[in-house]
């Protein structure tokens, strides 16, 4: 299968914003998603190609380009890729897929997003007047993610953009179906304190060969690794990918939502918090170990994003609570 992608909108024409703080850009997520679609869709004989419009200064004129670019490509499908946005509400709202000819293959993958979102499923829907959808000469579909302006959407989104992203891949390639979002674990664990840094490359605190504690293989999170082993290295610890937000700490294993498994899952992410500021971070490793007397280690990508240093204070919660 040959797919061509591309994100809604434009540079210059952004489509629908959120609210400040938390609320979305539809075309900076939109390109962010395709980003991240794309590489998965490029596997197991299939091809995907993407584009972004960095050039377009009217709608109309993006309208033009973005159809210019698919009509130009060989290729079996169309997708676009957009957000919704209707009024502010801390309320969920839902993905939907919009279809001009192709229903089941909407309905497929909006059941996915939704599947593995924890959205609330819209459907496949039926539009006749959208000028992607009429003006492709393949095949089509266009991807409404989640609302920008719904709180608990874009909760959802953030907190599960990876499974989401291999949903979308999964479902237009003919891929396995992902398994559904866990119910929300009964308890939350929570501690502060005392942080480092650990993973990637640099960290020659760890062995060359060292591996995770309940992380075991590449395949089973390649969202939180470098696409290739760094010279020299066999263990995971040092594949990590330095820039992805992630955590260890010294997680009760037996606590309620905590376990291996539990841990192990790409559904729930931790909130990490220092100084005012919040990321989502995924846990990774069980650590540090307790005589450093501290209670984190944190990805340098996420130490930098929260300016931290080692031996600074920040909080962690897992799993990240929904508001």
């Given at each position: 299968m040959r797919i061509a992608i591309s994100s809604g909108h434009g540079k210059y024409v952004s489509g629908a914003v959120g609210p400040s703080p938390w609320g979305l850009n539809e075309h900076k997520e939109a390109v962010r998603v395709v980003d991240a679609v794309?590489?998965?869709?490029?596997s197991d004989g299939n091809t995907a190609v993407s584009y972004e419009d960095t050039t377009s200064r009217s709608q109309q004129e993006n309208l033009n380009r973005l159809v210019s670019w698919?009509?130009?490509q060989t290729r079996d499908y169309d997708v676009s890729v957009h957000f919704n946005c209707y009024q502010t509400t801390n309320s969920p709202r839902g993905c939907e897929v919009l279809y001009y000819s192709q229903q089941k293959l909407a309905a497929n993958v909006s059941a996915a997003m939704a599947q593995s979102g924890g959205f609330i499923n819209r459907g496949a829907k039926k539009n006749t007047g959208l000028y992607f959808l009429n003006n492709t000469t393949k095949p089509a579909i266009l991807l409404e993610v989640c609302f920008v302006d719904s709180k608990a959407d874009v909760d959802l989104y953030q907190r599960n953009f990876t499974p989401i992203c291999q949903a979308i891949a999964q479902s237009i390639t003919g891929g396995p179906t992902p398994e559904p979002v866990p119910p929300q674990p009964p308890?939350?664990?929570?501690?502060e304190g005392r942080m480092s840094w650990f993973g990637g490359p640099n960290d020659t605190g760890v062995s060359a060969d060292e591996g995770l504690a309940f992380i075991y293989s590449y395949d089973s999170a390649k969202h939180l690794f470098l696409p290739s082993q760094p010279p020299g290295t066999s263990g995971l610890a040092r594949r990590l990918n330095p820039d992805i937000f992630y955590v260890a700490c010294r997680w009760d294993y037996d606590f309620a939502g905590t376990s291996k498994n539990d841990l192990a899952r790409p559904s729930y992410q931790a909130l990490v918090s220092a100084g005012g500021k919040s990321f989502y971070a995924w846990p990774a490793d069980w650590g540090p170990h307790g005589?450093?007397?501290r209670v984190a280690?944190?990805?340098p990508g996420l130490c930098s994003a929260l300016n931290l240093t080692t031996d600074d204070v920040c909080e962690v919660i897992y799993p990240a609570p929904v508001e």
């Open positions: 794309t590489p998965m869709m490029n698919h009509n130009s308890g939350i664990w929570r501690v005589d450093t007397n280690d944190l990805s």
